[in-house]
């Protein structure tokens, strides 16, 4: 459990962050720039997510058996 919680404060760190720099870099003219940290994070946040899915999905064929 203590692994899911750490998931979801870095996941809320990251999104932290990403708000900081997006307000940053659009502030002082680099939208484009903005735009592709924000980018970034997301896809960095989505392959986080998309790894505890394929654990849970693998913990699911486990405990059923479905091998």
Request: proline share 0%; hydrophobic share 55%.
């Amino acid at each position: 459990m203590g692994t899911n919680v750490d998931l979801i404060f870095k996941i809320a760190g990251i999104g932290i962050l990403l708000a900081v720099l997006h307000q940053v870099l659009t502030r002082s003219g680099r939208d484009e720039m903005a735009t592709m940290t924000t980018l970034a994070g997301i896809i960095v946040v989505l392959f986080m997510v998309i790894q505890l899915v394929n654990d849970l999905f693998t913990t699911v064929r486990t405990m059923f058996q479905l091998y």
